[in-house]
């Protein structure tokens, strides 16, 4: 072998040998990461792993019928600054020190709430911590905000210089606060998921479908790159009308304030559409406030007499009564099987039914139930179910409670499902049942949501589904609204008449109202508790040609109750507004006759004082001679004369004046009360008694 042959030989075994050795190196490495460190590099890996992240899409807005923006999503920002980015720190004079004062000032003039000695002092310590994730506001900020601080010296050399890092957020506004906010719903956690009402139910439509953005190196930078974008939600439009909800829930919220009560609700729906156009739930709060904080309307409790129209519904289409028959009642009550029947409204004697169901005798009531289906309580069961009554309200509220009407399984629970216990209805279902009645016999399911858009396109539209297409005769249904009828206006027997000092309850000379009181004793602690009552009225309006169903119904008011007057009341104040707001009445016809109208109640006294007073209160009062005066109902002023030699007439006067007008005759004035003066103890013309008292009573 010549030298040149040996030298190629030695060089290939090196290079053979170099490459073995290489090769043994791997494998070692190999076996190093699988063994020792398997777990490091595994960690390394997830992290790799996790570089894509979500965009958040926006939530889609919920509107009422009009279009008006009942709960929408408003983009917000959080603001944070990275002090640990290299370039805060190069140099002698920092990129930091440089800037701190300019951004100080500058986020003191943006957010006002602190000054810019306050942000100089927290920025500086942060730096120093050199922390890596500092708010520079604790809450999430607006957009016009947002670019204000990116507009500051620092800040507009970018994220990698200044630090600053901006993370989109959404935040879920209701313009109208509180208007039918458990309704409409709320949401929770970082994903924004809905926990109740309409957000929840529509939750998976509302939310939209999030973005994917990726993690990417680009000139030595690392930055997200959007690879699929975000889908916003869709937006629903509800039946819910802003101003009919704001009227119902200024009209519950002042008797629930008047009354101490502890909840109450009321629903609003139209006849014919099935469409829910006011819910309120409001509920007390510790301070004595009350605010949305429970669904009370999609909550089933014992109706009471509510209940009793349902029950003479089932008799009369049965053929076992009319509206003539004459029932015995008693004040003391009616003995039943071991069990005591008492009317609230006592009356010894006969009452026809037609009288018994506007008195709401749950004495006649039980007669009726218990003599037409004591020995057959399944036929009487039966009844409801062709009226559909026991059938599932199909609503749109996630949360709803199905009636629980049972078959009776002795004669003392059926005489009492006669008026309204032992069973459950919720006050959607009650309303729905009475919205039967006014809607010819039709029952249709109430209903929140009429349109699901999505880019301004409808996707899906609602409307009402029907429970019942006749829920009784027709010469039934005519009964039932006679009945309903004198409930209202039967003002020897109605419990929504006129209370015995002539005050009207559900009366209203502008819209007729036809309907039905309720009021059940609260079942706890195992009984039922005489001294804790829910009341409620439901009605449909106007009576000639219904347009509105309307169910009030609240939960232990204090003090004294009736729920003619208490919840009767409140639905036809909401009947008079609903009807000038958004009925077929013109404003001519829902106008008041002066006559009728509550005038002002002036004080006599001094001529001037009274026509300055009314004239501020836009209110005219006629001229007198005399510098005395008293004005009447009609606000018309008639003189009063004041002779210093005769005891002045002070009646009707306030307390001034009538003080004044006796001072100046010489005598004292003693007064006792408040208001206007009712008696003077002394007769108006009567002979002075020098330095002698007249005592004056005032109401």
Known sequence: MDRRQENTVIRFI?????????????????????????????????????????????RGNIFDASGRLMAGSLPRYELVMDMRVEALHLGGDT??????????????????????????????????????????QPKAVSYTQMKRVKALPLYRKGQYKSGLIINPRHERVKPFGSLASRTIGGIYGEKGDGIN??????????????????????????????????????????????????????QLRQKLTEKEAEWGCVVLMEVKTGEVKAICNLGRNGDGTYSENKNYAVERVEPGSTFKTV???????????TLQDSFLTCSKGWKYNGAMHIDAHKYDGYLTVQQALAASSNI??????????????????????????????????????DPRIDIPQDAVTLSKMAYGYSVELSPLQTLMFYNAIANDGKMIA?????????????????????????????????DIRTALHDVVWDNEHGTASINPWGQ?????????????????????????NSHRHRMSFVGYFPEEAPQYTCICVIQRPTGSYDAGMDCGSTVRNIAIKTMAFAGTRNAAE????????????????????????????????????????????????????????????????????????????????????????????????SAIIKNGTIYLELR
């Open 14 to 58: 090196a290079i053979f040998g170099v490459m073995l050795l290489g090769f043994v190196a791997v494998l070692v490495q190999i076996a190093i990461i699988q063994t020792k460190e398997s777990e490091k590099w595994l960690a390394i890996a997830d992290q790799q792993e996790k570089v894509r992240k979500e965009i958040p899409p926006m």
């Open 95 to 136: 990129l930091f020190y440089r800037y701190l004062d300019s951004t100080a000032e500058g986020l003191a003039a943006i957010f006002q709430d602190k000054s810019a000695d306050d942000y100089r002092r927290a920025l500086t310590h942060e730096f120093i911590r050199n922390n890596g994730h500092f708010k520079l």
């Open 197 to 250: 009402g309409l957000e929840k139910q529509y939750d998976r439509l509302l939310h939209g479908k999030p973005g994917i953005s990726e993690k990417t190196h680009i000139n030595g930078r690392t930055e997200y790159i959007t690879v699929e974008e975000p889908e916003d939600g869709y937006d629903l439009i509800t039946t819910i009308n802003a101003n009919l909800q704001d009227i119902a829930e200024s």
């Open 311 to 321: 029950s003479l519904m089932a008799a009369l289409d049965d053929g076992k009564v």
């Open 364 to 401: 006649v009531l039980a007669k009726i139930v218990t003599e037409s289906y004591e020995k057959k309580a399944k036929n009487f069961v039966n009844r409801l179910d062709k009226m559909g009554i026991r059938e599932p309200v199909p609503c749109q509220i996630p949360g709803a409670q």
């Open 446 to 478: 109430p209903f929140f949501v009429k349109r699901i858009i999505k880019d301004g396109r409808t996707v899906q539209s609602f409307s009402a589904k029907t429970v019942n297409s006749s829920i009784c005769k027709e010469s039934t249904l005519r």
């Open 504 to 528: 009207r309850k559900a009366q209203s000379d502008l819209v007729h109202i036809a309907g039905k009181t309720g009021t059940a004793q609260i079942f706890e602690n195992g009984r039922y």
């Open 590 to 685: 829902m106008a008041l006759p002066y006559d009728s109208i509550d005038k002002p109640r002036i004080k006599g006294g001094l001529h001037k004082s009274i026509r300055k007073a009314a004239k501020g209160s836009g209110v005219k009062v006629n001229k007198v001679d005399s510098p005395w005066a008293k004005v009447n109902e009609h606000l018309h002023a008639v003189s009063i004369e004041v002779n210093p030699t005769k005891v002045p007439n002070v009646i009707g006067m306030g307390a001034r004046d009538a003080v004044y007008a006796i001072e100046q005759t010489g005598m004292m004035a003693h007064i006792h009360g408040k208001g206007k003066v009712a008696t003077q103890s002394v007769e108006p013309g």
